[in-house]
């Protein structure tokens, strides 16, 4: 009897991990919100970014804040390719981004080891 | 708490159980015994191990997993395990928890090392612009903040100072310096309608230009922002483990168990021994032998080539250069010196030297400069001069011993006659592209000498050895066609494009990675861009901060032989990474089923300990392998100077 427990307790967990890391999970998404003409957003960097979605507005000046919280070297850097930009993430420290609106389109953004990924949209 | 921190703790903390296993054997005990174990590895996990914890915490929750999840789940289910070990009075495995820890930090701390080299090249390019520019305003010279300048502004540039902007002279003369944006070591006569370059030094004269291009538009600023975008499109090659990483730590978690569930369920065993079974799973898993497999192996073949002069700065280096097929030259300083020597002198050689060397001694050109030195290495004792007199446009004259003299261009053979054979010298000078310059005394001309930037002594021998491995090589050149083909067929270069603009030579570099992998060697601040867009970027140690910066590898004793050292440990290197790292596949895919127990019918068991020693060792034979880098013969085809 225990032994059945056991196995369904096991089996389980086994689908839990399968679901929990190969299944499909909604990412965190977040549209900017424009004041004085600049749109901000606040990432926060811990275990991955949140949002991973960031939506700006076309034309309007934007500034994407991060703040790493995670103590992994992993995630010490910040890249986005299509803008030449590499920045480093000091641990706890708020690190004000740039970020060219003026053409629409997706681009992703990733951790300097690139395990880490994030997508700005420009619409 | 920093890594390196973090490492001493777990390192000097499992000292003590490194003794315990090692002499256990000949009887000695650690005093305490498995009780102070579990205070060493509890201060080790609270300490050092505690941010994998809680970094794969985090990831967890938004359903990743990383390298700290694994280190995490094998650290924290070999820390636990033995307590519970320890309550039913078995075996405890701290150790392995302990060393596990160590042995990924230390791993971390290499990396660490190595991505704190990351570049701050743009910077430096930055700073290299002027601050403020002398504006005329409303009739007025001001000096003006370099983002007050606007395009139409006509600027004043005094001697010595830099050129804010790009722009066109509109009145005066002199020569610039432009080395730092074209990397021609030769300062450039500009006169009004020529083209001036923002950051580049005047050197002699005073002049005034209208301001063309200003901010993101100058040359300058075109280079940054190519320099930007060529290092950080660097695709890294960790795309791969981190698939693998993704796949790999899920799989070996439900694999563990699984193990647990077959052995307890199926085949009746007690739950001690198949949680044995799973933790063994999880602890050979740990992917340390992977994770030490590449920095090792790094750290050890970019300490020998930095002995060797050689400085490679990361592993994505390493894997490109070993599919080079073409190598690219620049010419200026990289296969010539990069300083106009005097190789000719038609006239008698004593008198036409001293004279040129008295006119020449108060002038600050690059070509007195080279008299200057040849007057100086022959011991010549050069007269002063006196009543020095600029011949507008073609050289100076002065008295020298009493008598006129001159030296200049060949526009001087307006005022001066020159018989057939010496005219018929000249020409041929000329066709091996060198600068000639007259010289004249008592109202005629007595010779010429020529000057030339001639190819490095060692430049042939380098060429030849990266031939005889097979490789292409190419010169790039803003020279024409005639002076670069004459210096290819020199040193052995078997193409040449010549004519190439500054901005142009990553394009051509570009073209060229059509057909297959390019190695670029050069020095200047515009080779920069070229230097990033190649898939080896081969800097020499005297060129340019930028250029340093920008090159994957940089030469410090400036010698082209180099570049086929730097290729054949390179080469060595990366395939003793790939050695290691198939060692420490290995190890992870065999070790997981025996750890499960597929082969306990055959009596082949791991206990968690011996996973933990297994696993332990395998990181040791992937870092011996590493250190035997040292010791590999490497083959290249230059005569071996001292290593």
């Known amino acids: 009897m225990i032994k059945l427990i056991v196995l369904i307790a096991g089996l389980a967990i086994i689908g ?30 811990n275990g991955g970014y949140s949002p991973e979605q960031v939506v700006l507005k076309q034309g309007v000046p934007a500034v994407l804040n991060f703040t790493r919280h995670d103590p992994s070297s992993c995630l010490d850097r910040v890249v986005f390719p ?15 981004i740039k970020i060219d609106t003026s053409k629409a389109g997706e681009y992703q953004w990733a951790c300097g080891m690139d395990m880490f990924h994030g997508k700005l949209i420009i619409k | 708490m920093s890594i390196t921190a973090r490492f001493w703790v777990s390192l000097v903390l499992s000292l003590p159980m490194l003794a315990e296993m090692i002499f256990h054997p000949f009887g000695w005990m650690l005093p305490g015994g498995e009780w102070t174990m579990l205070a060493l590895t509890t201060v080790i996990m609270a300490v050092s191990a505690g941010p994998f914890l809680q970094s794969a915490w985090s990831s967890f ?85 370099l983002d007050e300048v606007v395009v139409g502004d006509l600027i004043r540039v005094k001697p010595g100072e830099k050129i804010a902007v790009d722009g066109i002279i509109t009145d005066g003369q002199s020569s610039v310096d432009e080395s730092m944006v074209t990397g021609e070591s030769m300062p450039v006569e500009k006169k009004s309608g020529d083209r001036v370059i923002g950051s580049t030094i005047n050197s002699n004269g005073t002049f005034t230009f209208r301001a063309e291009k200003i901010g993101r538009d100058t040359m300058l600023s075109q280079i940054v922002e190519l320099v930007k975008k060529a290092q950080t499109s660097h695709a890294p090659i960790q795309k791969l483990t981190d698939k693998v990483s993704d796949i790999f730590v899920p799989v070996v978690l439900i694999i563990a168990i699984l193990t647990f569930l077959v052995w307890y369920v199926f085949l009746g065993a007690s739950v001690a021994n198949a949680l044995i079974f799973a933790v063994s799973v999880v602890v050979i898993a740990c992917p340390c032998a992977l994770g030490l497999a590449t920095p090792t192996a790094l750290m050890v073949g970019t300490g020998r080539s930095a002995k060797m002069g050689i400085l490679i700065k990361n592993g994505e280096v390493l894997e490109a250069v070993n599919d080079v097929t073409t190598v690219v030259f620049d010419k200026t300083g990289t296969i010539t010196m990069g ?56 050289g100076v004259q002065a008295t020298v011993d009493g008598k006129q003299a001159f030296v200049g261009n060949d526009k001087l053979l307006i005022d001066y006659e020159i018989d057939a054979s010496l005219k018929q010298q000249v020409q041929q000078l000329q066709d091996e592209a060198k600068t000639v310059v007259f010289v004249g005394f008592d109202h005629q001309v007595i010779g010429v000498i020529a000057i030339q930037d001639a190819p490095k002594p060692t430049s042939k021998e380098a060429i030849a050895a990266l031939k005889s491995r097979g490789l292409k090589t190419v010169m790039l050149t803003g020279d024409n066609q ?44 515009n080779d920069a861009p070229a230097l990033t867009v190649a898939d080896v970027g081969i800097a020499m140690g005297s060129g340019t901060d930028i250029a340093i910066e920008s090159g994957g590898i940089v030469l410090v004793k400036n010698d082209l032989r180099d570049v086929d050292r730097a290729l054949a440990l390179s080469k060595k290197t990366f395939n003793r990474i790939k050695l290691n790292l198939f060692w420490a596949f290995v190890y992870n895919v065999l070790g997981i089923p025996v750890a499960a127990g597929v082969f306990f019918a055959i009596g082949l068991t791991l206990s968690p300990e011996l996973a933990g020693l297994a696993m332990a060792f395998s990181s040791l034979s992937v870092v011996t392998s590493s250190v035997l880098l040292n010791k590999a013969k490497i083959s290249t085809n230059v005569s071996s100077t001292t290593a």
């Open chain 2, 339 to 394: 300083k106009p020597e005097v190789t000719d002198v038609v006239g008698n050689h004593q008198q036409v030297l001293t004279v040129a060397a008295s006119l020449e001694s108060a002038s600050e050109h690059p070509l007195a400069a080279a008299i200057l030195v040849k007057a100086t290495s022959d011991q010549l004792t050069v007269p002063a001069a006196s009543d020095f007199k600029a011949i507008e446009g073609k």
């Open chain 1, 82 to 96: 299509d803008f030449g930009i590499n920045r480093a993430l000091p641990k706890g420290q708020l690190e004000a």
């Open chain 2, 482 to 525: 005639r002076v670069a083909r004459a210096i290819a067929d020199q040193v052995g270069i078997d193409d040449v494009i010549a004519d190439v603009l500054p901005g142009d030579k990553a394009d051509h570099v570009k073209a060229l990675q059509a057909d297959g992998k390019v190695a670029f060697v050069g020095d200047g601040i």
């Open chain 1, 16 to 45: 839990f991990i399968g679901w929990w890391f190969f299944g499909k999970h909604e990412v965190a998404a977040q549209t900017a919100e424009v004041t004085d003409n600049v749109q901000e957003v606040d990432v926060d960097v």
């Open chain 2, 61 to 145: 929750k938004k359903h990743h997993s990383n390298m700290d999840t694994l280190v995490a789940i094998g650290t924290a289910t070999a820390y636990f395990y033995s307590i519970y070990a320890m309550i039913t009075h078995q075996a405890v495995f701290f150790e392995s928890a302990a060393f596990v820890t160590t042995f990924v930090l230390l791993g971390q701390v290499f990396e660490e090392r190595m991505r704190n080299n990351a570049s701050s090249a743009v910077e430096k390019l930055v700073n290299l612009q002027a601050k403020e520019a002398e504006v005329l305003r409303d009739g007025q010279l001001v000096k003006v903040p």
